[in-house]
């Protein structure tokens, strides 16, 4: 039988109701207290990955395109072309499911969904303004469910009339609003009423399909029948049927394991909906007749054994996600008030009860979805409301390709499944599908978000471009660098900038190989060479001394800065350097030198006293301190070696410089030759913890970080040293200074411990890091114990210079 017209709603404008589901389930939790709010991020209760993400994902895939539109499809099109269109719609939702999983896995995702994830990626401007439409979009979804619900439910009671559509509509409207005001603790429980429902309904039409199978019938719809539907019409109807499953990047936050449930549940519910999706194709193409494909929306009430069940199946679709939509848009605009992002929307901030029920939002849902029930046929803006869901994904993908192809050291998602290349191929498959559902919709809806997008940016686009290449890049770095220095530093943005001093040739190769590692192709290096002299001979010395930086740093294809300086006093013109260096919000903080084992020159040419002296200054400044020990022949050793066997030791020490040390073992391994090394953490218990709970502690300590790393329990004495890593590539060690000497985690002075080792890294820390700083804080407090981060004067003790690990 044929359903009542207005049900062509889900044709072109089914996105935005299938999808409305989006962010009901980023607020629920197995008790039902679902409102997690961006300033609560663990007001969950630790879900895990089926009720979670699983859940509340399938039921927004398997909605009501499922059970009302998939056979007009296969009618329209033929079972070829259908099965074209599934796996193209579906390459979007795997495409999206990639992207995230990685980027959900590297932030702690609060309540705003999408809207959280792009303005914590892409700016407030391009997040605000995608949270706006998604709003409205989910608010609009409530009246086009609604509506659906009162007409599939009056097809069942006829006579049927528009009146009675409304007002069954409206009824409904009021109903769920009134859930959504009470909260979300029946929300909760209806999800599993609904997956009970919509099992019972699958399980009943694919025994009915079995039993009725037809070769026949399947061949005779497999191909394109005449007077089809086109195939973008076609998509735009089917395409609704794959959203949904976003719900557990908002859910992240109240799961017990997010880096683990986001991508096994995001996955499982894509896998699973395409498997129903391809099988339910495949019985009704054997069961049903194409011409009565077309003609009946409701084939699948044929196939089943139970047809009443399907019928329940479609006013569970319907007011489930009219449900979800009336819970997930007032938490969008909650986010966004709570942001201060539109002063008109402020008033929407508040929230009710302990669980910061946003009942003002729900008010504004209501009286929005009551519009669309009123106005009735709303085509054209539902239209438009699909491309807000299209371009959502769209901004998803690029926010993770954006956020991999920055090279920044806080980008470690915990899903290591994914390129870059995967995150800009999912924008770029839903920009195609915008232009194959509705260009001018695709295109009203782009131009109302960029529209915001300018309002929140508040400033105006660059005047103009430069003719030349290099012209441009200046530009773009000058734009950049003030842009950088407009915003706030927070412990996320770190990355290495890095000065090298060399003054020897013959070692400045494997100096610069060594900060190209540890820069990780993320941060700058600016190789130093320091001459003493002033006037028109320093300037000539100086002149020559930048040919050969320049050249050795061409020769190495290394990517780093030639500075040459001049000057009376050496010892001042390396603090000036130290403290001038950089640009903008792009300073030094980093200082590499080789080691000088008492005999060759660092810096120029200065004895021990004067190089410790130099680094004490440097480390004053602020400056971390790196010291690499490396001769030619550990570093052909190095050469020779394969790259799979290579690795990475890092001796532990609760500090800044651990976490330092930690983090450049890290970004050696994104450079080429050791993404396949080992990073192995050596640390000894403390007195009160045995092997076991050492082991423990660092584990998690590691999986907070996002660092993949093996954990060694050792006792730190210059055997337990050499024996665990004499055989290894590099080793990061921390270190102290008192006078002109140089002692390390025993203890006891380096020098007796660096020829037991292969290349070594000397490193001290005078910057903290933070390896889990959270987006939304300016800094964690974290447990310093002092050990490691130490530079001490003349005048005090050894015993005080040199503190060994408790």
Known sequence: MQICGNLGLFALGGAPAITGQNQVESTMSTNGDADATADDPKSGQGLGTFAGVFTPSILTILGIVLFLRLGYVIGGSGLERALIIIAIANAISILTSFSVAAISTNLRVKAGGDYYLISRTLGLGFGGAIGLVLFLAQAISVGFYCIGFAEVTAALFPPSNPMLVRAMAGSAVLGLGILAWLGSDWATRFQY?????????????????????????????????????????????????????????????????????????????????????????????????????????????????????????????????????????????????????????????QGAGPSENPQRAVLLTAAIAAGVVVLGDLNLIASVVSMFFLISYGLLNYATYYEARAQSPSFRPTFRLYHPYVGLAGAVVCLGAMLAIDIAAGVAAAAILFGIYQYL?????????????????????????????????????????????????????????????IEGRSGLTTVVRVLEGEGIEASRHRATALEELTADIKEGAFTAFPLVVAGEDVDQTISAVVQSAGIGPVRANTVIVNWSAGSSSLMAPLGAQRFSRNLRTAFGIGCNLIILDADAGEWQTLDTAEAKDRVIDVWWRPSKTGELMLLLAHLVTRSEGWQNARIRV???????????????????????????????????????????????????????????????????????????????????????????????????????????????????????????PK
Not at 233 to 245: C, D, K, L, Q, R
Not at 280 to 296: E, H, M
């Open 682 to 804: 050596l640390a000894r218990p403390k007195n009160d913890e045995n092997d076991e709970d050492l082991t423990e502690r660092l584990t998690a300590t590691l999986e907070e970080y996002r660092v993949d790393a093996e954990v060694i329990v050792s006792d730190v004495t210059a055997d337990d040293i050499a024996q665990h890593s004499g055989e290894s590539s590099l080793v990061f060690l921390p270190f102290a200074i008192r006078g002109p000497r140089f002692y390390g985690p025993t203890g006891e002075e380096v020098t007796g411990l660096l020829p037991s080792l292969p290349i070594v890294a000397l490193v001290m820390a005078a910057q903290d890091v933070d390896l889990g700083a959270d987006p939304d804080k300016e800094e964690d407090e974290e447990e310093d114990d002092g050990q490691g981060d130490a530079v001490e004067s003349d005048e005090q003790p050894a015993s005080d210079a040199a503190r060994p």
């Open 193 to 349: 009423v609904v997956m009970a429902t919509m099992i019972s309904a699958l399980v009943l039409f694919t025994a009915g399909g079995l039993g009725a199978w037809n070769t026949n019938v399947l061949v005779s719809n497999w191909s394109y029948p005449t007077n089809g539907l086109s195939f973008g019409v076609a998509f735009a109807i089917f395409f609704p049927a794959v959203t949904g499953f976003t719900q557990g990047v908002s859910m992240s936050g109240d799961l017990a394991n997010p880096s683990r449930s986001i991508p096994t549940g995001v996955f499982a519910a894509v896998a699973l909906s395409i498997a129903v999706y391809f099988g339910c194709a495949f019985l009704l193409a054997g069961t049903v007749p194409g011409p009565i494909l077309q003609a009946d929306y409701l084939a699948m009430k044929r196939v089943a054994l139970f047809g009443p069940m399907i019928d329940a199946g479609v006013i569970a679709a319907t007011l489930s996600s009219a449900l979800a939509s009336f819970m997930g848009a007032p938490r969008i605009l909650q986010s966004l008030a709570r942001d201060d992002i539109l002063p008109i929307v402020k008033p929407f901030a």
């Open 457 to 517: 940016e508040l400033r105006a686009a660059p005047a103009r471009w430069a003719d030349s290449r290099r012209s441009h890049h200046l530009q773009e770095a000058r734009r950049h660098l003030l842009a950088a220095a407009a915003g706030e530093e927070h412990p996320r943005d770190w990355r290495p900038q890095l000065l090298v001093f060399s003054d020897s040739s013959q070692r400045r190769h494997r100096l610069l190989q060594f900060a190209g590692w």
